[in-house]
Each structure stands twice: as structure tokens, then as C-alpha cells.
């Protein structure tokens, strides 16, 4: 069982040190009022004086076991290639949840109806704000969100499915995945890097969609000479022609006929 130095650190290091040791250990289910009083040597009601409750000292257990991992991300936030940027953050997100299984699964798995850890939203908006970097330099297909969401809920699920396999030791068996994975991803929402590779891609339909999704996130940063309703209308627009891309080649717009193939 965790115990903790009970004669050094003062009676809130020592509940945090408890809780992250039996957090490691025993995964979430681990982490009791019991068993954390009993390995930090405090009372019950030290932990309530100064956490609330246990959702409250497990929020301060996620928040500085993902201080180094977010800290890095928000560093990378900074400058150079967002392409890049994107393949790199998708390989510290695996990493970090295969060297800390019990804690990512406490972040991203833990059942928290209409909430969801603050840390985890903190990684999130810089995950947003590199998807919108690469909308601005022209090379994503699809809206920020969108994209953001399909690489956020992608890495997850394969950082969870190699955490399963790393617990049964059969993580051999997935080499690659993470790789294959995020370049399938990456793929399916970005644009070619240059325009005769764009222009060959799907021809004057796809280049239209990839600078209208780049000119919607140019808007965010303010557009004087139009009026707020001018704005909305105009980005209605932009998503109008941002998601021709997504149609197959030949599929009828609203009140045409359909290609027919001969």
C-alpha cells in the first residue's frame, strides 16, 4: 500500500503524494478517503479542510500530473511549422498516456456529466489554436473545430487502446498504430502544400473550400470595414463553400440533377 513521509511534508503535500501514489497503483477506484488518510497519516477531515471533497483533491491530482504535459504543449503553441506542430502533439499525447495510464484515464475517461477536467480543456484550446495556424496557412480542408475534434477524439482513442495493450503487455502488437493512425487523420483534414498538388487534388471545388476555410479564421482576428451581421453572413458562406469539399465529385447540389456516369 502508498505510504508517504509523514515527518517532512505538511499534511496537504503529503494527501497530494498519497493520492498520486495510490492513483498509480490502483487506478482511480484506489483513491479513497480511507486509504488516502491512512498512507498520508492524516484525518479525514484534514483532506476535506483542504480539498472539499475528493473529486476536489483529484482535481488538484490531474492538475500537477499534467502540468509538465501541458506546459510542453503550450511551449510548442508558440512558433514554426503548425503542421508539424500537429504530428509532434499527437506523439506527447500518446506519451504522456502510456507513461501515465492510470492518471490519463482519470482525465479523459473518468465520468463527469457536463464538465470535464480543466486541464484537459487548457490542452484543448491549444490544440485549437494550432489547428487555426494551419487554417491560416492555408493547408486545412475542413472547419477548425471539425478538424480539431476528429484529431482530439482520434489520438484519444488510440492512447487508450495502447494503454489496454501496454496492461495486457502485448504493446508489440500495435507498433505503428499511432503512427498510421494520426497520418490517416492528418490526411483526411489537411490540404496539399502546394497549389499544383491542390490544383491536381480536386480541382477548382477543393481550392476553393482550402481558402475559404483559411479566410474564415483570417476573419477571427477582425474584419473593420464589415458590420457584425455582414461578418456572419459572409462566414455562413465561407462553411457553404469550406464543405463542397466534403461532397463526392458528382454529387447534386440542392434542386440540380445528379451527375449521371456513364
Known amino acids: ?3 508517504v513521509e509523514t515527518t517532512t511534508a505538511q499534511p496537504r503535500e503529503r494527501i497530494l503524494q498519497a493520492a498520486t501514489a495510490l492513483l498509480a497503483e ?8 480511507r486509504a488516502v488518510s491512512a498512507a498520508a497519516g492524516v484525518q ?4 476535506y479542510r ?3 471533497d475528493m473529486q476536489g483533491l483529484l482535481d488538484e491530482v490531474a492538475r500537477r500530473g499534467y502540468a509538465s504535459y501541458l506546459a510542453a504543449k503550450q511551449a510548442q503553441d508558440a512558433d514554426g511549422d503548425p503542421v508539424a506542430q500537429l504530428r509532434s502533439g499527437w506523439d506527447m499525447h500518446v506519451t504522456f498516456g502510456l507513461a501515465n495510464p492510470a492518471l490519463y484515464r482519470l482525465l479523459y475517461t473518468e465520468p463527469r456529466p457536463g464538465q470535464q477536467f480543466a486541464v484537459t480543456g487548457d490542452a ?8 487555426e495556424r494551419v487554417a491560416k496557412a492555408g493547408r486545412l ?3 477548425v473545430e471539425a478538424a480539431a475534434t476528429m484529431i482530439h477524439s482520434s489520438g484519444m482513442g488510440v492512447t487508450l487502446t495502447l494503454i ?4 495486457d503487455g502485448r504493446l508489440s502488437d500495435y507498433e505503428g498504430l499511432s503512427e498510421n493512425v494520426r497520418e490517416a487523420v492528418l490526411d483526411s483534414v489537411l490540404a496539399p502544400a502546394d497549389d499544383a498538388a491542390a490544383a491536381r487534388s480536386s480541382a477548382g471545388a477543393h481550392h476553393a473550400a482550402v481558402h475559404a476555410v483559411a479566410l ?4 477571427r482576428d477582425g474584419v473593420r470595414s464589415l458590420t457584425p451581421g455582414e461578418r456572419t453572413l459572409l462566414g455562413e458562406w465561407l462553411d457553404r463553400i469550406a464543405a463542397e469539399d466534403a461532397q463526392e465529385p458528382g454529387a447534386a447540389e440542392p434542386g440540380e440533377e445528379p451527375v449521371r456516369r456513364r
Do not use: D
Not at 26 to 33: D, F
Not at 216 to 219: E, H, P, R, T, W
Open 141 to 143: 480542408r475542413t472547419g
Open 164 to 167: 489496454a495493450a501496454q496492461a
Open 124 to 131: 484543448h484550446q491549444v490544440l485549437l489554436r494550432i489547428v
Open 44 to 47: 479525514a477531515q484534514t483532506i
Open 1 to 3: 500500500m502508498a505510504t
Open 26 to 33: 490502483g487506478g482511480r477506484e484506489a483513491v479513497s478517503t
Open 216 to 219: 474564415k479564421s483570417l476573419m
Open 50 to 52: 483542504h480539498f472539499g
